[in-house]
């Protein structure tokens, strides 16, 4: 089974994920990453690779930073130690010291006992399959084992955190005075610096799950588990609540009555303002399949383009990156803006949407109105050969029955999941009723053909 996963290398700490993978790992990345004209020019001069390290709180986020930073400075990669910040605030500063590669240690919204390495190439931008794979070849490899000078430093990035704001805060086209914020941190990444930087570009800030202890993460708080974020909203009287999940590349939002404005909403808004200000390239958004047909709607009825690409926010950047394109993301919060960002950064989406409350004067609700959330049921069905879905002519005949019966007013989406036995069914009709029982009658046939 392969190392990489859809979002680096995950697992149980001190489970399958220990800290002689990380140094091993570390120390392969040194070697494939190593390589180029720019890092053989930079040895012609005398000069060390660099790399930026950052983690999330998890306490076992300290010994794998560590021994991920002890196997760089061992292959002769100098290290800047950022300390605990947000996996996009570790890609902006990769980019911005022109960094030549970088290591987030985080699992970004699972539980404190998980945790994850994700590697950055030059410029902050994630790993394509074929660098990934190299690299895990390469940890069977000989390693790099420079001696004396050549050996790597390890040293504190001071300011990293005060680059990160300033970046932030000069994003913004409008300062965000007069509105109050929730903000819920998950016990992780950004519960330092999101607070701080909201409070910088003139909100008036309430914070929630902000305070880390190594074992708090994602527990009960943060973007996976918004009912808390939604009773401090009504509870202070804010105008609006942002939620961030453990590693803060997320951002989904509560409007001042307490409801949910997802990952589509939150796309929908910003399309449309970014169109306005003619910061939308080509008028177009990129989502994955999976986002609700609402935004398919609302797109159109905006004069926008829907780009749609496979479920995970490495194939919307990539897809963004091949057009060009200014914005795009998925439904659980990941929004990518790539005139700031190379990956979802919640902390610049919720400061953006809050700059549209506040250049606009409307309510988070008024802004959300601009697309109609269709009723999806999403039912995962379990035990079967998620390998039958693209070839079993029954289930193919059921699906587009379904799809004739909804015409305009629904949609239907089968989906292999990419690391379980199981297949999604997702569906969405103009009420919920009708998309439950289409949804069942399709889990019905999936587990009758693909069953084990």
Do not use: W
Request: hydrophobic letters at 45%; proline letters at 3%.
């Amino acid at each position: 089974m392969p190392l990489f996963g859809t979002d680096g290398v995950r697992g149980l700490a001190n489970g399958p994920l220990t800290a002689d993978l990380a140094l091993t790992l570390a120390q392969a990345t040194a070697v494939v990453l190593g390589q180029g004209r720019t890092a053989d020019a930079r040895r012609a001069a005398g000069k060390r690779l660099t790399a930026v390290v950052a983690r999330d709180p998890r306490v076992s986020g300290e010994f794998l930073a560590a021994a991920v930073s002890a196997g760089l400075a061992s292959s002769g990669v100098d290290v800047l130690d950022a300390g605990v910040l947000p996996t996009p605030a570790t890609a902006y500063l990769i980019a911005d010291i022109d960094a030549d590669f970088g290591v987030m240690v985080s699992a970004s919204h699972n539980p404190a006992p998980d945790n994850g390495i994700k590697i950055f190439a030059r410029g902050g931008v994630k790993l394509p399959d074929v660098v990934e794979q190299r690299i895990e070849a390469a940890m069977a490899a000989p390693k790099l084992q420079p001696t004396g000078g050549g050996v790597g430093r390890i040293r504190r990035f001071a300011d990293a955190e005060d680059r990160y704001v300033v970046h932030l805060l000069g994003s913004l086209p409008h300062r965000l005075d007069g509105l109050h914020v929730v903000l819920d941190c998950a016990h992780g990444a950004a519960s330092g610096v999101s607070p701080e930087t909201f409070r910088d570009a003139g909100a008036k800030v309430t914070v929630i799950g902000a305070d880390p202890d190594g074992l708090n993460i994602n527990d009960g708080v943060g973007s996976t588990h918004l009912d808390q974020l939604a009773d401090a909203v009504l509870a202070h009287g804010a105008d609006v609540g942002i939620a961030h999940d453990g590693d803060a590349d997320r951002c989904l939002a509560v409007d001042a009555a307490g409801k949910v404005v997802d990952g589509d909403q939150i796309m929908a808004i910003l399309a449309v303002a970014m169109k306005s200000r003619g910061r939308l390239v080509d008028d177009t958004l990129v989502a994955t399949v999976m986002s609700n047909l609402g935004l398919h709607v609302a797109m159109r009825q905006e004069g926008i383009r829907l780009l749609q690409t496979a479920v995970g926010d490495r194939y919307v950047l990539e897809s963004m990156n091949e057009g060009g394109y200014s914005l795009g993301g998925e439904q659980s919060g990941h929004v990518i803006m790539s005139e700031y960002a190379t990956t979802g950064d919640g902390l610049l989406t919720g400061l953006h949407l809050m700059a549209e409350m506040a250049r606009s004067g409307r309510t988070l609700a008024e802004l959300a109105s601009v697309m109609t959330v269709f009723p999806q049921v999403l039912l995962n069905v379990r035990g079967v050969d998620r390998t039958g879905v693209a070839s079993d002519d029954v289930l193919a005949a059921a699906v587009a029955e379904v799809e004739a019966e909804l015409g305009d007013t629904g949609r239907v989406l089968l989906r292999a999941s990419g690391t379980e036995q199981l297949v999604r069914v997702m569906v969405e009709a103009a009420d919920p009723e009708s998309a439950q029982s289409y949804a069942d009658r399709l889990a019905a046939v999936v587990s009758e053909r693909l069953a084990l």
